[in-house]
Every structure is written in structure tokens, then in C-alpha cells.
């Protein structure tokens, strides 16, 4: 996929009403996997071939000619610099698996956490293959920057939360963290919560009604989130082979948090070292350590093959969207 000119407006792709249904599909496959903790939004969005258009859709908000076309309110201006149908299909398919998809996801997150994580394993296994083909040549620099995203990506995802003050500067500063981890393939903006120790307290201020906090927590989200995106589209355009291959490395890095077979060994807790627990009730896992298959049993080997051909189908699905994806570029 090439980098788009921000300076034009994306929008002006002549897109069908299919094109657009597809979006929207595209947009359930987003928000279905930011509902998972540890699978990132943007690395479905990588998957799908859309990653590059999102930040630079996003990006365009953060350009002065957007800027200048609110101050003086030129609203034919504001949507011809903005992509908002891509980004109104978008949100409207992350909206329907928020809606549709969450109590579902989150009861096999719980009781089927094997065949779950395979299959998303089995996707991102599969588009590490796919992204990294779009660099043609790999360079001893680029391996190093594939290993300096892995290393970065499985360090991080095996840390244990902080704590963290509820300060409004700290609140702003999580949100916009949080929000720049969606967007990066690999990286969970919940688990960057989860690490701040502001993933229960976001969760609160959201049953509550605190509007203040959300307020807050929202209004770093934005701002993170376009500022972020010009960095990210910065890099896409002026080195885009060492981009792709640090957010490759990234998504290699991400596997230590997906592998299946996980044993939790600690939970969240407050400052009296009782348990938090979720909106159902459920211990909050903070720290896991990956283990093999359970070979030594009639059920475990069961386990282990429903879970190779959940992880098949899901390297499956991702080449067959990647080949179609190629057959309409």
C-alpha cells in the first residue's frame, strides 16, 4: 500500500457502496480485536491493508489547513480535508462489534481462553508473514530494527502494573498513551491501562459517570492520538521500509502476550492488597507465564488439536484476505 498524500484528501478515492460495506466489516475486525485484551486495533488494521489510509486519515486533523478550516468555520472545507466516510465506516463497524461482540468475546475470554488466543495467534502469526513482505529487500538494518521492535514489544507486555496517582496530568497523560498503543500493531491501548494502573480506574469512571475523569482521560485520547498519528505518518513516508519493519517487530514481539497457554500467577489489587475485580466479578490477571500443551492427558491433546486448527484457520483467514486484498489494489 502506498503512503497517501495528506495534503489531498483521501476521501476523493472513488470508493463503491460494496467498498464501503467491506470498510465497515473491516472496522468489526478492529473493534472485536481491541474488546481482546493484548491484540491491538491497529494491528487488524495492519492486517487488513488499511493501517497506512487510518493514521493518515487521522493525521489530516492535525494539519493546519484542517486547523485553519475550523477556526473559520468552512465546514465544505473541513470534510473535503477530512476522510470521514472512511473513518465514519470505520468507526460505525467498531461500533457494532463493541455493541454485538463483547459479551461473547469476553465469555470465551473466560472460559475458552485457549481456543481464543490460538486463533488470534494463528492471525498474527499470519500477518507477520503478510507485512513483512512489503519490504522487498531486508537489510541488516532493518533486521536490527525487527529486533529492537521485538524485543521492545516482549519486554513490555511482560510487565506488572505500577502504581500510579489519579492525578488529572496523569489521567491525560494515560489516555493519550493508551490511544497511541491502539494504533501501534502489537501493543493494547487496555493493557497500557492495565500497566499505568488506571485500567480499573477507567473502568470505574465509566460505571460511575464520573464525567470529569472521562473528560480528561478522553481529551489525551485526542490529542495523543493526532499527534501521534503525524509521527507515525511522518516515518511512513520519509522511511517507510524501517517503519514496517519495527511495527513488524512489534507484532513478533506481541506473540509472548497471545501464546494460548498461559498460568496466572498475580492480580490486580488495591493499596490494601484485597483483589479488584472486573464489571463480572472476575479476578483482573496481571501478570502470566506461558507454558506448553498439556500432553499428558486424552483431554489436553484434544485441547492442543481444536486449538492447531483454530490457529490454521486463523492463518488461513489472513492469507486469503491478503491475496484478495492484492487482486483489487
Known amino acids: 500500500m502506498q503512503a497517501t498524500d495528506t495534503n489531498t484528501a483521501v476521501s476523493n478515492k472513488d470508493r463503491s457502496i460494496q467498498d464501503y460495506i467491506i470498510l465497515v466489516l473491516k472496522g468489526i475486525c478492529m473493534g472485536a480485536s481491541d474488546i481482546v485484551p493484548g491484540v491491538s486495533g491497529g494491528t487488524m488494521a495492519f492486517i487488513l491493508g488499511i493501517y497506512e489510509e487510518l493514521i493518515d486519515s487521522i493525521r489530516a486533523v492535525g494539519q493546519s489547513e ?182 513488524t517487530g512489534l507484532m513478533v514481539g506481541s506473540l509472548r502476550k497471545i501464546w494460548p497457554w498461559k498460568l496466572d500467577i498475580a492480580y490486580l489489587q488495591d493499596a490494601a492488597g484485597n483483589f479488584i475485580l472486573d464489571s463480572e466479578g472476575h479476578k483482573i490477571v496481571t501478570e502470566q507465564l506461558n507454558q506448553l500443551p498439556n500432553f499428558g492427558s486424552t483431554a489436553g491433546v484434544t485441547e492442543f488439536g481444536i486449538a492447531l486448527v483454530l490457529t490454521i484457520i486463523g492463518f488461513g483467514a489472513i492469507l486469503l484476505i491478503d491475496r484478495m486484498a492484492g487482486q483489487t489494489e
Open 66 to 247: 484542517f486547523i485553519q478550516a475550523v477556526i473559520r468555520f468552512r465546514i465544505k472545507d473541513i470534510f473535503q480535508i477530512v476522510n470521514w466516510q472512511f473513518l465514519l465506516a470505520l468507526v460505525t463497524g467498531i461500533g457494532i462489534a463493541v455493541l454485538t461482540l463483547s459479551s461473547g468475546l469476553e465469555w470465551l475470554l473466560i472460559n475458552q481462553p485457549v481456543y481464543l488466543w490460538s486463533f488470534f495467534f494463528g492471525l498474527v502469526v499470519a500477518s507477520v508473514y503478510s507485512v513483512s513482505r512489503r519490504i522487498k529487500s531486508w537489510t541488516p538494518p532493518l533486521w536490527i530494527i525487527l529486533a529492537v521492535g521485538t524485543v521492545g514489544a516482549y519486554i513490555l507486555v511482560g510487565q506488572v502494573p505500577l502504581q500510579t496517582p489519579n492525578a488529572w496530568w496523569f489521567l491525560f497523560l494515560s489516555g493519550a498513551l493508551a490511544i497511541c498503543a491502539m494504533i501501534l500493531p502489537g501493543i493494547s491501548g487496555s493493557f497500557i491501562l492495565v500497566l499505568l494502573g488506571k485500567y480499573q480506574f477507567v473502568l470505574g469512571a465509566i460505571n460511575d459517570r464520573d464525567i470529569v475523569s472521562i473528560a480528561i482521560i478522553g481529551l489525551g485520547a485526542v490529542i495523543g492520538l493526532v499527534t501521534f498519528a503525524q509521527v507515525i505518518g511522518y516515518f511512513f513516508k520519509q522511511h517507510h521500509d524501517y517503519t514496517i519493519a519495527l511495527l
